[in-house]
């Protein structure tokens, strides 16, 4: 006789999509009703399997939710794994801390929410008792580890700890309840069930350590199939654990290789291909593709001329292919090399902005102010995806910029000032 549970994190229940929503509102609706729907899909899968029980290691909500709807609907899909006799064992994380829901919601008994105070629950799975350990983040911050609030190991039991961790660090997440993989090997846990890092990672060892990652992406830098994990111990004490997927929309970047292309006609048949070979590589229902248009061809400064009508065209080939949603389209196509600059005008300036002015300190010094000026003026989503998540993010960001920058300038020139 086995013991079977799902493990899942980071569900962020009705996450706002600012960024997304001042770019297709209609996209954003689509992308915020997906962490509803993805964590459907979640209980689903423990009716569908009959599991012994949900682990969810934090985060349901995003921050200081104030609609009582997000509590009803979390009540209601709770309420479906306790009619079916599944209990569930949560943790809060670092947005759950601060959340008004998370003091006021009442959940079904079968729910078991974890103090501040680490506590234990044994329950019979036949051949042998399972040891479910937790502790929730009582604060936002937590710059300390948590382990050392752990109970020690039941003896002779299969021992799983829930906990809220970035580990060493993870880019894009921020450091909270830090710990190394080798300190959880060293507990004397089984399996250790984490949340927090949204992307999903399995190490074996001593224990099996699993980060899930989030049931689904809200954004390009959640890029990829989502899933919740699926184990089974059986009496042996083995562990095996399965990908399930439950992401109603994928978000993937896509590069279209634009090079050589002699016309308008031309690039968007190399649109069409990119997008559909993508939305075949898709399993789940919906795309939403972040297109990068790169490549040596004479339509360059077209392209950058006129973004509208890429973006435009993009979102018809998109439409016209079904599911396909455009998050956004990026044109780093450069005119063809070998050009005279003693000839070209404009092909001199090029020169001259890239080895001169982009690499003078001046130059980086004053463009590393400004944007750390902006930088700090933005909501921290719209900051890392602009600015990266760390120090080296943060330079790769500025030499994009400058890049893109010059050559909008050239494009504007090549186009004799006028739009396109």
């Not at 089984?190 to 399995?202: D, E, F, I, P, T």
């Not at 929309?249 to 634009?258: H, I, M």
């Not at 190399?270 to 248009?293: D, F």
Request: some cysteine; charged content about 25%.
């Amino acid at each position: 006789m086995a013991f079977r549970f799902v493990h899942t994190a980071d569900i962020h229940l009705d996450s706002p999509l600012r960024t997304l929503a001042m770019r297709d509102p209609a996209l954003a609706e689509l992308v915020g009703g997906a962490t509803r729907r993805a964590f459907v899909r979640v209980v689903d899968l423990c009716l569908a399997e009959t599991v012994d029980a949900l682990l969810i290691a934090g985060d349901l909500y995003d921050g200081d939710q104030t609609s009582m709807k997000t509590a009803r609907f979390l009540a209601d899909q709770l309420r479906r794994l306790h009619e079916a006799a599944i209990p569930v064992y949560v943790i809060r994380g670092n947005h759950d801390a601060e959340s008004r829901i998370t003091r006021e919601l009442v959940l079904p008994d079968s729910v078991k929410v974890f103090g501040g105070r680490a506590e234990s629950v044994v329950c019979d799975a036949g051949p042998f008792e399972v040891a479910i350990h937790g502790v929730s983040f009582a604060q936002r911050h937590a710059p300390d580890s948590l382990l050392t609030k752990f109970r020690e190991p039941h003896a002779g039991a299969v021992n799983i700890g829930l906990l809220h961790t970035s580990l060493g660090g993870a880019v894009g997440h921020d450091l909270y309840a830090p710990c190394s993989a080798a300190d959880l090997h060293g507990t004397g846990f089984a399996y250790w069930a984490l949340g927090h890092v949204h992307q999903r990672s399995v190490e074996a060892g001593r224990a099996t350590i699993v980060m899930p990652g989030n049931p689904q992406g809200r954004d390009i830098n959640e890029a990829g199939a989502k899933s919740a994990t699926l184990v089974t111990i059986d009496d042996r004490g083995a562990i095996a654990v399965e990908a399930r997927p439950t992401s109603v929309a994928e978000f993937r970047r896509v590069t279209v290789d634009c090079s050589g292309a002699q016309d308008g006609r031309e690039a968007k048949a190399r649109i069409e291909a990119a997008l559909g070979e993508a939305r075949a590589a898709t399993a789940c229902e919906h795309l939403v593709a972040r297109l990068t248009l790169v490549g040596a061809t004479p339509l360059a400064w077209r392209l950058r001329n006129d973004p509208e009508k890429v973006e435009e065209e993009a979102r018809q080939v998109g439409a016209d292919l079904g599911r396909t949603w455009l998050d956004k389209v990026e044109v780093r196509c450069r005119e063809p090399g070998g050009e005279d600059a003693s000839a070209d005008p404009v092909a001199e300036l090029r020169l001259l902005m890239e080895n001169e002015v982009a690499q003078s300190k001046a130059f980086r010094d004053q463009f590393a102010e400004i944007a750390e000026e902006l930088r700090g003026s933005l909501p921290s989503a719209a900051r890392e995806e602009l600015f990266g998540a760390d120090a080296a993010g943060f330079a790769d960001a500025l030499a994009g910029f400058a890049r893109e920058g010059a050559d909008d300038v050239l494009a504007f020139l090549r186009g004799g000032g006028r739009e396109v």
